[in-house]
T-cell receptor, first 111, second 116 residues
């Protein structure tokens, strides 16, 4: 089993739709989780951290489910500019400070 | 402007010809890291550094070297490049290695390397 797994997509959704991505992680001791956004051929950029209680930033909501070992990202009222690849990131909990990236979920928002 | 710079941005080379990709950050960050990104495999960490003179292997360190003689610089060295090292490389830095909601990794613009 991969350490961090994501559905590669693509998710094709109309403007204004709500879309959700999940990301599963294998190490139950993991504590730190992030969502990054990557535009085609560009560098990844932090979208949001994921807190235990869940957190929201505008149209974006991130949640953590420790029991099932997954994190989720919900995007409401999708915009054309949301089209990108969304990367799930987990920090290795063994103290090595390694960042483990998922392969990403590609989102295309259609006009 | 806070940034991570990488050079060169594009490089085509031949097997066995030593090369160095430079990385520099101006944010006084402790943590720096190198990744390679390949289709279907995502971003994989090559090496990382917690501070000056402290470096550790990531998941795919074979064929690469790094050094951290100064806080701001973290060059990636390919002593004898091979075609399987053709990839998109990113350097990144953060104040501390993850865990804080206010701490983020800042990525450089990427270096597209082709080894013939």
């Amino acid at each position: 089993r991969k350490e961090v797994e994501q559905d590669p997509g693509p998710f094709n959704v109309p403007e204004g739709a709500t879309v959700a991505f999940n990301c599963t992680y294998s190490n139950s001791a993991s504590q730190s989780f992030f969502w990054y956004r990557q535009d085609c051929r560009k560098e990844p950029k932090l979208l949001m951290s994921v807190y235990s209680s869940g957190n929201e930033d505008g149209r974006f909501t991130a949640q953590l489910n420790r029991a099932s070992q997954y994190i989720s990202l919900l995007i409401r009222d999708s915009k054309l500019s949301d089209s990108a690849t969304y990367l799930c990131v987990v920090i290795d909990p063994s103290g090595t400070y390694k960042y483990i990236f998922g392969t990403g979920t590609r989102l295309k928002v259609l006009a | 402007e806070a940034q991570v710079t990488q050079n060169p941005r594009y490089l085509i080379t031949v097997t066995g010809k030593k090369l160095t990709v430079t990385c520099s950050q101006n944010m006084n960050h402790e943590y720096m890291s190198w990744y390679r990104q390949d289709p279907g495999l995502g971003l994989r960490q090559i090496y990382y550094s917690m501070n000056v003179e402290v470096t550790d292997k990531g998941d795919v360190p074979e064929g690469y070297k790094v050094s951290r003689k100064e806080k701001r610089n973290f060059p990636l060295i390919l002593e004898s490049p091979s075609p399987n090292q053709t990839s998109l490389y990113f350097c990144a830095s953060s104040l501390f290695p993850g865990g804080s909601g206010t701490d983020t990794q800042y990525f450089g613009p990427g270096t597209r390397l082709t080894v013939l």
